[in-house]
């Protein structure tokens, strides 16, 4: 958990999500590092089996919601105590969602309208390449195992890491490039830190870990992407020490996995 | 094209988006036309080949941005003249950034700030299901054809039809629930039509479309959201008029298809 800077001036915000893995939480909770901002992640917190049940229940099957608040559909959500209806706590799911109300916050949105608008569409771009590394290991059923789709999979991973890395690693490059007199390629949009720029690292860090191969390849190509910006938003404070940290959870049957088969041969 | 009303009141706004296919660009449609808000749709005016090439400059490979504006990913892409930095157009891709934006401006978007994050929150949900659609019949590459991957697009669709579309209208069948006091079923978020709605509605229409026979099947279960939503959207001003008009496209070939060995059988 983050050290309380600036706990006083913010609710006492609440992650809900899985234990155990960094999984779409993490993309909660580098906003939260990077702002220095303190909250709760009670899943985590919990030593005994108490975590998945906090989860289950936010995702119950039979909720209609409750005070003022629509059922979730899936995990992650953020509490936040008396911003809902009536003063009761507001519940929003989500990972973009969340992100935005987030980033608005705790000043990691940009500085205007159009930044604004920037730095939700990228965000959304860069969950859009973590759910497609996702389904590199799910390409036929999220209820399935790995193991009853393996084929599916080693054609949907050529397929991602042949066609779809590049794609997405050469318009981040881009975006860079186009940014590069505010941004001096650390930063996606404007001159400073973003939630933007939070998520895409940790999809590059998830990659990075599931197809070392496949990135050890490409990343010459892409000068920016992997020379100044992954380095600068590792660097930046609150996220390296929290990197450094025992916080962070490591990688391993979430949303990336290792399996070298599906890794460039 | 909608009628003018409100026009004068409002930038020119402009839809960017591949010609004549609903595609993600209806989502945008129909927020226009649910406002009664004109808006150019520049790829469908072009009588000759020009739509395309409109499209296609848009997502030039090369492009590192223009006017303050990043490149896009890829369409649909919103322009608003005079709303960019330094007086210019500002350029917005990301349907939900789109949709976010435009629900604020047109009145679309809740009452309040948590309306404001549930109508995200549900509106990121819908167009998950409306991906999730898509991958029926394109589950190993979007580069490839359907005749190429119709295998695993036969266990993808079956895992589709058995699992996800009981989760997705279960979910959103308990939202109509959770609100029914103030939205009486035909509202998502709030007692008034939001852009969730809209979305939502055109998923269900695709849906209907591509999966006739697995719709028939399931809709009994889902009173609320097919009966007193899917009319009640249908029946908005605005958007009742649009889908009775020639401006509407036809379902065909994009993300909704209607292979008959994909539905139920």
Redesign the interface.
């Known amino acids: 958990m983050s050290a309380n800077k600036k706990a006083r001036t913010h609710p006492p915000y609440e992650l809900l999500y899985w234990p155990g893995i960094p999984g779409r939480g993490e993309f909660i909770r580098l906003v939260f590092e990077a702002a220095g901002v303190s909250y709760k992640d009670p899943a985590n917190e919990t030593k005994d089996a108490g975590g998945m049940d906090i989860v289950a229940s936010l995702t119950n ?5 409750e005070d ?4 979730v ?1 899936a995990p992650p959500a953020l509490k936040v105590p008396g ?3 009536n003063g009761g706590a ?1 519940l ?3 990972t ?2 969340i992100l ?2 987030l980033g608005e916050k705790l000043d990691l949105a940009g500085t205007d ?2 930044e604004k ?2 730095i ?3 965000t ?2 860069a969950l859009d390449l973590n ?1 497609e590394a996702h ?1 590199t290991h799910h ?3 999220v ?2 195992y790995y193991e009853d ?1 393996r084929e ?1 999979a080693l ?2 991973a050529t ?1 991602f890491r042949e ?1 779809r890395i590049p794609k ?1 690693f ?2 981040f490059e ?2 860079l ?3 590069e007199e505010g941004g001096k390629g650390k930063f ?2 404007g001159d400073k830190l973003s939630y933007a720029d939070t998520t895409l690292w940790h999809v590059l860090s998830g990659l990075e870990w599931a197809f070392p191969s496949e990135l050890d390849f490409r990343k010459q190509d892409y000068p920016l992407l992997f020379g100044s910006f992954y380095d600068n938003v590792a660097q930046t404070p609150g996220i390296k020490e929290y990197l450094a940290s025992e916080r962070r959870l490591r990688f391993s049957m979430g949303v990336y996995r290792n399996y070298p088969e599906l890794d460039r041969p």
């Open positions: 099957p039979e909720s209609v919601g003022g608040n629509p059922p559909f911003e809902g209806k507001l929003i799911y989500q973009p969602a935005s109300y309208e159009a608008m920037f939700l569409s990228h959304l771009t759910n389904d390409p036929i059923a209820s399935k789709q599916e054609k949907k397929d066609n997405f050469g318009f881009r975006v490039k186009g940014n996606l949009v």
